[in-house]
T-cell receptor
Framework: AQSVTQLGSHVSVSEGALVLLRCNYS??????LFWYVQYPNQGLQLLLK??????LVKGINGFEAEFKKSETSFHLTKPSAHMSDAAEYFC????????????FGDGTTLTVKP | NAGVTQTPKFRVLKTGQSMTLLCAQD?????MYWYRQDPGMGLRLIHY???????AKGEVPDGYNVSRLKKQNFLLGLESAAPSQTSVYFC???FGSGGATDTQYFGPGTRLTVL
């Protein structure tokens, strides 16, 4: 079975500062990894995904993530936080043997201070 | 395209009452999913479907039933609601052809309170 762990349920940064949200995964077969964002009172929407084509993945709104197999990590970064980045972020993993079902982390709430 | 829509947006039930949540998608997706979201627990899969007429259990199926009679609709039923089913329910869909690499598209959610 696969799983993800998001380190830090709450992260707070100042506007303009680096954003780093951590995600570690566990899987016995090659994983596919996703980051989703959820704004208040809305559903989740895809930020980016790793599908084995390239280890550095660029997504929407200036976010990117790097797949590191040796560290079993897929951390999300953005060089400069904007107030509009305040939201909850979820890391998710799927594997080919699982009918496309994703296992989600518990989420990290990002607060951006002016 | 409306994407994924959910009906209703809010509902309050008394213990023991029943209800059905409706999810509809207009993207011709094969796969559909029902999740519940509880504070600090991420999303947990209740049931899913890989095509019209098929359903399967997810991580937390007890107390719920589902049906997928039409490709575009996925219904989630609560036969006898319990306070433990107070949650926000999300429906999602995906193409299905890409399997594990497919993006899931989420609806706006249904906030259910069981008293």
């Amino acid at each position: 079975a696969q799983s993800v762990t998001q380190l830090g349920s709450h992260v707070s940064v100042s506007e303009g500062a680096l954003v780093l949200l951590r995600c570690n995964y566990s899987s016995s077969v090659p994983p596919y990894l996703f980051w989703y964002v959820q704004y208040p009172n809305q559903g989740l929407q895809l930020l980016l995904k790793y599908t084995s084509a390239a280890t550095l993945v660029k997504g929407i709104n200036g976010f990117e993530a790097e797949f590191k197999k040796s560290e079993t990590s897929f951390h999300l970064t953005k060089p400069s936080a904007h107030m509009s980045d305040a939201a909850e972020y979820f890391c998710a993993v799927t594997v080919n043997t699982n009918a496309g079902k994703s296992t989600f982390g518990d989420g990290t709430t990002l607060t951006v201070k002016p | 395209n409306a994407g994924v829509t959910q009906t209703p947006k809010f509902r309050v039930l008394k213990t023991g009452q029943s209800m059905t949540l409706l999810c509809a998608q207009d993207m011709n997706h094969e796969y559909m999913y029902w999740y519940r979201q509880d504070p600090g627990m991420g999303l947990r899969l209740i049931h899913y479907s890989v095509g019209e007429g098929t359903t399967a259990k997810g991580e937390v199926p007890d107390g719920y039933n589902v049906s997928r009679l039409k490709k575009q609709n996925f219904l989630l039923g609560l036969e006898s609601a319990a306070p433990s089913q107070t949650s926000v329910y999300f429906c999602a869909s995906s193409f299905g052809s890409g399997g594990a690499t497919d993006t899931q598209y989420f609806g706006p959610g249904t906030r259910l309170t069981v008293l």
